[in-house]
């Protein structure tokens, strides 16, 4: 199993560019979650999804989309990027039922200009 | 979710034991306890979890009290290899899972 997987490792965006950060991963598990953080800092979750077609905001959700519509896969979108938006992006995923124990991936390193 | 308060750095040497407190006075009673460890640049890793009382694995032991406002993350024997930030996570199982809430975290140098 690879787990869970997040492309591209490293991305530089000017202000006010769209892009599409990808997480996927093959435990078929359906809680998968993004998370962002910020050096120093813990993670802060950006939005959730609880199933495939399911999806909730977390507590940084301004300034991005998600959609889930496979167990597999969980994009996130910066709509319009931001310097305020540079940070680390992390992708998790848990099985339901399965406790709190969540899967993280390697991590996006985003830095917007 | 309940917040939970961890000191912000420790020290200490290889070979001792190390004890991380995480103070989570609102704890509800379907909450559980949840440890991570993060090494930079990394995604967190989850070390244990628990209820009540003890918990042990191969890693690290985690201690409960009866009033659960607090744990304690035991790390026997350290070596350079677990400096690390480790986080104290508190939420029901199921229902949160998914949507934890991470604190600052602890900072953990172990020197030689």
């Known amino acids: 199993n690879a787990g869970v997987t997040q492309t591209p490792k490293f991305q530089v965006l000017k202000t006010g560019q769209s892009m599409t950060l990808q997480c996927a991963q093959d435990?078929?598990?359906?809680?998968m979650s993004w998370y962002r953080q910020d050096p120093g800092m813990g993670l802060r979750l950006i939005h959730y999804s609880v199933g495939a077609g399911i999806t909730d905001q977390g507590e940084v959700p301004n300034g991005y989309n998600v959609s889930r519509s496979t167990t597999e896969d969980f994009p996130l979108r910066l709509l319009s990027a931001a310097p305020s938006q540079t940070s680390v992006y992390f992708c998790?995923?848990?099985?339901?039922?399965?406790?709190?124990?969540?899967?993280f991936g390697p991590g996006t390193r985003l830095t917007v200009l | 979710l309940a917040k939970t308060t961890q000191p912000i750095s420790m020290d200490s040497y290889e070979g001792q034991e190390v004890n991380i407190t995480c103070s989570h006075n609102n704890i509800a009673t379907n909450d559980y306890i949840t440890w991570y460890q993060q090494f930079p640049s990394q995604g967190p890793r989850f070390i244990i979890q628990g209820y009540k009382t003890k918990v042990t694995n191969e890693v690290a032991s985690l201690f409960i009290p009866a009033d659960r406002k607090s744990s304690t993350l035991s790390l026997p024997r350290v070596s350079l290899s677990d400096t690390a930030v480790y986080y104290c996570l508190v939420g029901a199982l199921n229902t949160n899972a998914g949507k934890s809430t991470f604190g600052d975290g602890t900072t953990l140098t172990v020197k030689p």
């Open positions: 435990m078929n598990h359906e809680y």
């Open positions: 998790a995923s848990s099985p339901a039922g399965g406790g709190h124990e969540q899967f």
